[in-house]
């Protein structure tokens, strides 16, 4: 069963602060997935990595995939109220297709 | 631009009532995936299609749960006898099914079984 552990599971900072929030596994995955989730929507997609060790830039947003394909993480620069939602990193598998597995999510809160 | 859409957004029934929820994919994608999330946690892999084939079922995928894609485009996932622990938001994603697989998600339904 492949698992996905994410850190911090909250996280509440004030606007302008930088944050890194983590992913990791004992398994590898094919591609690795972060999105972004509102409360009462649906999980938006911010990026997909695929390759060990790249890094996605999104605006303020940095993406790294681990060289080993087995974790990530999400870097945010100057963070602003508007970043605030859940935050979850979703593993795809080895296999072609079929299931994502997903962490627990990181609740940010960014304060004015 | 139309993305993945779910109906109804929001459903509430009282236990034992059965209840079908709808998912339209992004056109030109051939695979359709339902996952189950709960408060505080993430999404929870449920079933994903292929076209009209179902082929891979999460053992959370009861015997009260069911799910079709008879012409291989809109899905339909029903629950019969709802039980409280039923109650949750159902989503539903689709994708190209390349190797990557990017899904992208409908902004769901959230279901209240009171």
């Known amino acids: 069963t492949q698992l996905l552990e994410q850190s911090p599971q909250f996280l509440s900072i004030q606007e302008g602060e930088n944050l890194t929030v983590y992913c990791n596994s004992s398994?590898?995955?094919?591609?690795l997935q972060w999105y972004r989730q509102e409360p009462g929507e649906g999980p938006v997609l911010l990026v997909t990595?695929?390759?060990?060790?790249e890094v996605k830039k999104l605006k303020r947003l940095t993406f790294q995939f681990g060289d080993a394909r087995k974790d990530s993480s999400l870097h945010i620069t100057a963070a602003q109220p508007g970043d605030t939602g859940l935050y979850l990193c979703?593993?795809?598998?080895?296999?072609?297709?079929?299931?994502?597995?997903f962490g627990e999510g990181t609740q940010l809160t960014v304060n004015p | 631009d139309t993305g993945v859409s779910q109906n109804p957004r929001h459903k509430i029934t009282k236990r034992g009532q059965n209840v079908t929820f709808r998912c339209d994919p992004i056109?030109?994608?051939?695979?359709l995936y339902w996952y189950r999330q709960t408060l505080g946690q993430g999404p929870e892999f449920l079933t994903y299609?292929?076209?009209?084939?179902?082929?891979?079922k999460s053992r959370l995928l009861s015997d009260r749960f069911s799910a079709e894609r008879p012409k291989g485009s809109f899905s339909t996932l029903e629950i019969q006898r709802t039980e409280q622990g039923d109650s949750a938001m159902y989503l539903c994603?689709?994708?190209?099914?390349?190797?990557?697989?990017?899904?992208?998600f409908g902004p769901g339904t959230r279901l209240t079984v009171l």
């Open positions: 994603a689709s994708s190209t099914g390349l190797l990557t697989d990017t899904q992208y």
């Open positions: 398994s590898v995955f094919s591609s």
């Open positions: 990595v695929v390759t060990g060790g």
């Open positions: 979703a593993g795809g598998p080895q296999t072609s297709g079929s299931r994502l597995t």
């Open positions: 056109s030109e994608h051939n695979r």
């Open positions: 299609f292929q076209n009209e084939a179902q082929l891979e």
